[in-house]
């Protein structure tokens, strides 16, 4: 009986073996396409799902190796495969982690010498802001400064006029008492600190063929100061069009542009620290992403310092493998970054980044 397993498996499991090799090798050179093309839409996509490829490229390599007790014929071209798998593997993972680390500093210890501000970036998907579980988690997390991407302004007003209450409801301690929203009403600020020197600009978008009737390609960037206690600092609100097609691709990029223009005149415009944060739409290790980090001297951190998935599909429990890390803060050489965490799945299809920081030393004269 035994034998007649053997004998019938062993086709089964060397089909399995090749299909593993080749597999490897497949998720391996998608990832690899991030780094050798990025100029491309459909490579430059790739980058977002990199842990993804990973995951494929280890576990195929090594169920591959595993293939050499079953494969016989052939086995000159199998190894070669699985070299090539492993190869390839190590690669993807070495240009990952290089590119993790690129731009990022390390967290600073808190200290109660020198001021620190908690901001939260959440891309709401039209979520009511007086849900009681992103109430929960505000007053939770209690930062200083709330930025709203996907806000639908417009409907959040209507919401609270339908209640009979004021916006942010009967219990306005959630929410700062400074608003800001921008003119699309797409990006939203609440502060505890006064908002100042603000300015929306608006990115007209071109709308791809087959675009659904709820799509607005037309995106915005809300830059700002605050003032806290006498210190300045700058922040640049940030939401790009998700890259799903090509032509929403090219929003982005045109988008992350304007992006840098805006941050660029910021930084020329006065010696303030600044703070750029929100939904980029991109990943970590997108080149474009650490291109805008380069041009303008910023740096990033990720929570345990390692980028986690932020925006999922479908559903919260399978983020690891239908998910990817876009939601990023960036800041100016002269803020320290002293943690970086993510929420709990609040009911969007984002997760919260919190994120606590340290301003200069001479924030406090």
Known sequence: MFERVVKFGRPLLVLAAWCCGLGAVFAASLGLSSFFAP?????????????????????????????????????????????????????????????TVENTV????SSGDTREIKIVSINLEALFLGDLVLTGYLKEADPDIIVFQETLWNLQKWRWHQRGLPIGGPNTSVYPEHLLVGDLGELVIFSRFPIEDTSSLVIPGVTPPGASVHYNADREILSFSINIEGQTVDLVSVHSDSPRTARRWQNKRAYFDKMDAVIAERLESDATPLIAIGDWNSAPWSARFQRSLEANDLATAYPDGI???????????????????????????????????????????HRPLLVTLQLPEQAKN
């Open 39 to 99: 100029d491309y839409w459909l490579s430059d996509n790739m980058s977002f799902f990199l842990w993804q490829f990973l995951y494929g490229g280890i576990g195929g390599t090594l169920c591959a190796f595993a293939g050499f007790w079953f494969v016989r014929s052939f086995r000159g071209v199998y190894r070669l495969l699985v070299v090539i798998a492993a190869v390839a593997t190590t690669a993807l993972a070495v240009l990952t982690g290089l590119r």
């Open 106 to 109: 390390p967290l600073l210890t």
């Open 307 to 349: 980028p986690q998935v932020t925006r999922y599909f479908f559903d919260y429990r399978l983020r690891w493998i239908l998910g990817s890390p876009v939601d990023q803060v960036a800041v100016s050489k002269d803020i320290g970054i002293v943690d970086v965490s993510l929420g709990p799945h609040i009911g969007s299809d």
